[in-house]
Each structure stands twice: as C-alpha cells, then as structure tokens.
C-alpha cells in the first residue's frame, strides 16, 4: 500500500472547485491511506474557519476528515525534528550572492517529514518548488538564475544530504488525481464526461495548480 | 545591511516626494526581489508600502481626495523616522514605524474604497506572486508577505507564471498513482 500525504495548497484547490467529494471517491477505489500533516489542518481548516470569505471552502476541507476521506497526522516530537532538519538542509542548498535562499515553508516541509516517517508514498500538491526540489533540482537552479537574472549556487553537499534522508517520494497534483479520478469512471454520471473533466483540469488550473496549458490540451487530446 | 535598508527607503521616500508612481512601481519590484533573496520581511513590508503608494499616486479618486495631502505629509515624516531608526540599529522600532505607514494607507483606502478587500490586501497578493515568480514556495511567500493562500493560489491561476514552466505532464503523474490505485 502507497499513502498519500497532501499539502494544504492542494486541498484548497480542490475544494475551492467543489471537488472535495472527488476525494471521498478516491478514497474508495484504494486501501491506501490518505494523510494531511497537522499544519496542513491548521492551515487549510482552522486558520480559514475564523475568516467568512474563507470559511465555506474551510468547512467543504473539514468535511473530508468527517468523512474519514483523509487523516489528520499530528505533529509527533519525531516530525518536528524530523521537519527541522529537513528545513536546515533543505534552506541551505541554493544560493544567490552568498544568500542563502529560504525556499520551503512548514507546511511543504512538515509534509516531507511525514512521508519520510511513512518511508515514501505520493505527495500532492500544486506549487512547483517543492515539487522541483525532489524532482528536478538542477532545473530549480535554472529557473532561479532566469529569476534573480544572476548566477546561483547549490551546495551538491546539502542537496546529496536531502536526497539521502527522504525516501521515493512521487509528486502529483491536483490536477492528477482530477485525471485519476476520470481514469476510475468519477465522471461518469456527469452529462458529458469529457466535457466535465476538461472543466475540472482547468478549474484547477485556475484555482493555482502548477500547470500549463499546454499540458491540459494534450492530455484531453487523448482521451 | 542597515545601509542597504536606509538606501531602500530613501529611494522610496524619494520617489514619494516626487510624486512618481512609476517609480514606485518599480521599486516595489526590486525591493520585492531582495526581500525574496534575503527573506527579509522589513525590505517584504517596504515593498507593499512602495506598491500601495504607488497605487494611490496612480487613481485620481485617491490622489485628489481630501484626505491625500495629509497622509502625504505624515507618510513622509514616518519615513525619515523609519531611516533613522535603522541607521540607529534600532530595527524593532523601525518595524513598528512601517506599520504606522500601513495603519495611515489602510485607513485612507477604507474611508475612499469601493472595495472589500483592502489595498494593502491587495499588495500582498501581487508582491507575493512576485515572491513566488522568484522560487519561493507558495508557503514561503505567504510566510514573507503575509498574503493569505487562497488568494495568492488564485491570483497566480489567473497568471502566466506556470505557463513558462516544463516539467512531466498530466499523463505520466498518472503512472505514479498506479501505486495507490492498483
């Protein structure tokens, strides 16, 4: 079994999209478990339930823990050390005029540690930099000096330490499970089914998942 | 790194004066980038005051209202206090003087606004997809600007930001989820 851990930009997403009962579809098609760290909780749920604008899309993330569509992992003393070190390792790996950049927050960092506790499984989330950190580092490297239009440096030291200490992590987004959860027939019901899948990969889009257009088209274009 | 601080702020005080939204802009932008490189909230904070003034120099409705000459004025004094606060050291002090400078926008922006979400709000958002256009994480950004999620997740769907990114598209992510789905 293959858990899936989620970051909070994710879950705003697809709530924000009206997708959450997609979540509990998912989580019916697989014995694996789905996880949200504790600050992911706090987050997506409690910090946005004290905010009116916010609190809808809150209440629609709350209802998947009711639902025991996905748990809530608190932050054990393991976690926290386990998310402090990752934070001082992965913090220190780029550089710019002897800058340090500090490019990865708690919540992308608690949800690290928790699937390194987990000894790997699939990330969700929808914003690029983790993503690339586990990915494809030395592409971060490009796209920061296209940035910051100066060279930048990473610290091959730091960088072989991160990938040592985490375990097989595979990254998706919302966008992803949006395609797995058509690929498992969630569209079906709907009027027309590429129609509504083309909708909610776009809704994503626009709801700040990292994905391009052109990626968009070319998968409808197969379907 | 004091005197890059009070070079910052002289260089928005300056553009201020001169009446130079444009200027202003600008500033914010590169005053954003190094925020974003030294994740400094002091240079974050300086760079939504520069974008929201130059907001303000840039409507009528505000810039002609009877309320702008003042703030002018008071926003002025703030900042040759916020410089010689830093040239003192004294970096706490000069924080709480920045958010004076916020407390005198907001409070024109509400007695002249339309809107709901205020202009400060708003310079949050756009300087934290700055922040994030220069590889923060989105968590980052927030955590630098102070911008809330949701509305950054949503400013920067509607941006080109993840258009001029590659990566392993939709159709091979899937292959990863077979080890959750079969």
Known sequence: ?223 | MASSMVAEIEKVKVAFKQENPDHLKELSNTIMTEAAMRFDKFLAQLSLISYCLYKILSSLHYKNSEYYEEMHEIVLNDIDQAIALVEGKKLEEARKVLDHIVEHITSIDKKLTHYVVDLYDKAKVKQGSRAYLLGLSISAAIELTGADRRKLQEYIGITNISDEEGGVGIGKRLSFLKQVFE
Not at chain 1, 173 to 202: I, P, T, W
């Open chain 1, 1 to 223: 079994m293959t858990d899936m851990v989620f970051d909070s930009g994710a879950l705003i997403s697809i709530a924000s999209t009206c997708m959450t009962p997609m979540l509990g579809y998912l989580s019916g098609k697989t014995p694996s478990t789905f996880f949200m760290p504790a600050s992911v909780e706090y987050e997506a749920i409690s910090r946005p339930l004290k905010i009116h604008r916010f609190e809808l899309n809150a209440i629609r993330i709350k209802s998947v823990i009711e639902n025991n569509w996905i748990k809530v992992y608190e932050t054990t003393p393991k976690i926290k050390s386990l998310t402090d070190k990752i934070n001082n390792i992965v913090n220190s790996i780029y550089s710019v005029r002897k800058h340090k950049l500090n490019i990865l927050q708690l919540g992308e960092l608690e949800a690290i540690s928790l699937l390194t506790i987990l000894e790997g499984g699939v990330l969700v989330i929808d914003e690029r930099t983790t993503r690339m950190i586990i990915e494809e580092p030395h592409e971060l490297k490009t796209l920061l000096e296209k940035r910051y239009k100066a060279p930048v440096n990473i610290d091959e030291a730091k960088l072989a330490e991160f990938q040592d200490l985490i375990p097989k992590i595979s990254v998706v987004r919302s966008v992803d499970l949006v395609a797995q959860a058509d690929a498992l027939g969630y569209f079906e019901s709907y009027f027309n089914r590429k129609m509504a899948l083309e909708a909610a990969l776009y809704a994503m889009k626009f709801a700040g998942c990292a994905v391009t257009f052109e990626e968009i088209e070319e998968y409808l274009s197969n379907q």
